[in-house]
């Protein structure tokens, strides 16, 4: 079966300009998760969306990023007006149940260079 | 001080060894993630803890509730261990109609296992 995909595997773009980062998780999971890694930096937890319930936006670095998912399927996390700290590795994940239940399955990543 | 801290952050070991890398953690949470992140950048998630042990091949996980202590051992060693370890605490929140579950990340323990 397939395990979590992202798209676009990479992805630069110029300062100040849009970007959607697209998440796939694994059929039937109802838990998806966003990261971020910046270069030779931990992870960074961003958003997690589980069933129904209004996800905590807290976690997003600033107002310019916002994250949709339809359903219990896809996911996309835009970024406005990027700026050049936006430039890491971001990760989605997707898991049974929510992370006090379930392990997670990592996509491959976006890893994103503003220029 | 980090909510999540681990120890060592860098660990050399001789193929064959024994390792343990430590997490603890200051806040309340619902469970503990160990993850594996690749010299590629891909991460596996290796166990998901609440209470406890668990055990996968040479892979062994402990947690202690009471002391907000976590340890990840590796037993004989091997090379393609080497990766970075990284624990992640789940803290719970929310209501159930919001979601505020956090994962919160230590800053991951580099290994390598030399033949």
């Known amino acids: 079966g397939a395990g979590v995909s992202q798209s676009p595997s990479n992805k630069v773009t110029e300062k100040g300009k849009d970007v959607e980062l697209r998440c796939d998780p694994i059929s039937g999971h109802t838990a998806l998760y966003w990261y971020r890694q910046r270069l030779g930096q931990g992870l960074e937890f961003l958003i997690y969306f589980q069933g129904n319930s209004a996800p905590d936006k807290s976690g997003l670095p600033s107002d310019r990023f916002s994250a949709e998912r339809t359903g219990e399927s896809v996911s996309t996390l835009t970024i406005q007006r990027t700026q050049q700290e936006d430039s890491a590795v971001y990760l989605c994940?997707?898991?049974?149940?929510?992370?006090?239940?379930?392990?997670?399955?990592f996509g491959p990543g976006t890893r994103l260079l503003v220029l | 001080k980090n909510e999540v801290e681990q120890s060592p952050q860098n660990l050399t070991a001789q193929e064959g060894e024994f390792i343990t890398i430590n997490c603890s953690y200051s806040v309340g949470i619902s469970a503990l993630h160990w993850l594996q992140q690749h010299p590629g950048g891909g991460i596996v998630s290796l166990f998901m803890?609440?209470?406890g042990k668990k055990k996968h091949g040479r892979l062994i996980a402990t947690i202690n509730i009471q002391e907000k202590h976590s340890s990840l051992h590796i037993t004989a060693s091997h090379p393609r261990d080497s990766a970075v370890y990284i624990c992640a605490a789940a803290r719970r929140g929310g209501t159930k109609t919001s979601n505020t579950d956090k994962l919160i990340f230590g800053t991951g323990t580099r290994l390598q296992v030399f033949p």
């Open positions: 803890l609440s209470s």
């Open positions: 994940a997707s898991s049974l149940g929510g992370f006090e239940q379930e392990t997670q399955y």
